[in-house]
């Protein structure tokens, strides 16, 4: 099911990235059917460089069980728009586009209890809204080449093209904005998907978080490391719950739905790992046997297709996390 509404929202408090006005908030909209309440609402957040119809997969499990999905295509970081440098270091700008999102659905329409959930650097999006917050020092590392910065396949010219650009006094503004905290109390609980960032986050920011987290990784992630993954968001954070997809699954399994595409916005070198993964799937939550794997496992050697089977049952894990993290009357 593709998103049934699109809105396109101004956020007057940031301009555009190329100057001609305020942010542009593109809002894809899931509704479920109509119910004696309000809905419960999910917001989405996509990988860097993606969109929101990325997380098709995720968002029509949710609408079918009764969720309302709210996601946005962050400005400039988003293949639905013109790639932006700056776009792709600005991290806080997501959470402040899901924050605005929520504001205008509160306003708009009568809405139940909140969750948010994010794929890769959605998924740090969704962690900032529970209280994640960045370190600027490593943020400023990574600005100056000390560090390695997180991979950017999407992007591959983007620190060349940042340090062309980017003045000092926009650095030392970065470096105010980046460590900010992003919090928003009505975000109920939070699912992350190969949730990226995880090294340049404080540890006791992430240790404060005490509302419901669940996190996935993938044991062959090529982009976001299985053991940074469950180091730097499943361990530190005291309500979290970790689960695995095991085999060769990468990174980019995850993403299901709008990517097909012919044009630069998914890498060759994704493109195949994607396709290459989709057929070497297996899925286990951490520390429980999870009978329904084997079951999994048997239903994918007959269809070949373990990686959309794999985004099935994600997203089956995502509905039951939500329906009893935000439905508890």
């Known amino acids: ?13 940031r301009p555009a990235w190329d100057g001609s006005g305020d942010r542009p908030i593109r809002v894809h909209l899931w509704r479920p059917k109509p119910a004696d309440s309000p809905p419960d609402v999910v917001l989405l957040s996509h990988g860097t460089g993606g969109a929101a119809q990325n997380l098709t997969w995720l968002a029509t499990a949710l609408a079918d ?3 309302l999905v709210a996601g946005v295509d962050h400005h400039g970081n988003t293949f639905v728009d013109q790639y932006r440098p700056q776009a792709f270091v600005c991290w806080w700008d997501r959470p402040l586009d899901l924050r605005y999102l929520l504001d205008r659905l509160s306003v708009s329409e009568e809405i139940g209890s909140v969750g948010a959930a994010g794929f890769s650097l959605g998924g740090y999006s969704v962690a900032a809204l529970l209280g994640a917050r960045v370190l600027p020092a490593r943020f400023a590392a990574i600005a100056h080449g000390d560090i390695e910065s997180p991979p950017t396949p999407e992007y591959p010219t983007l620190l060349a093209e940042l340090r062309a650009a980017v003045t000092e006094e926009e650095q030392r503004q970065w470096l105010d904005a980046v460590g900010r905290d992003y919090t928003d109390p009505r975000v109920g609980a939070g699912f992350l998907i190969c949730p990226s960032l995880g090294a340049v986050l404080d540890p006791g920011s992430l240790a404060a978080i005490t509302r419901p987290t669940r996190v996935w990784l993938a044991e062959a992630d090529e982009i976001v490391p299985a053991s940074e993954v469950a180091r730097c968001y499943a361990e530190p954070i005291p309500a979290a719950s970790l689960r695995r997809a095991t085999g ?3 990174h980019y399994a995850f993403l299901g739905g709008g990517t097909a595409r012919a044009d630069a916005t998914e890498t060759p070198a994704a493109a195949a790992t994607r396709s290459a993964t989709e057929t070497t799937t297996a899925v286990a939550p951490t520390g429980a046997v999870d009978d329904g794997v084997a079951e999994l496992t048997a239903a994918a050697a007959a269809t070949g297709d373990l990686g959309a089977l794999t985004r099935r049952r994600v997203a089956a894990d995502a509905v039951d996390f939500f329906q009893g993290t935000l439905r508890q009357d």
């Open 1 to 13: 099911m593709t998103a049934t509404e699109f809105h396109l929202l101004h956020d007057p408090s």
């Open 65 to 67: 069980a009764g969720f």
């Open 248 to 250: 060769r699954v990468g």
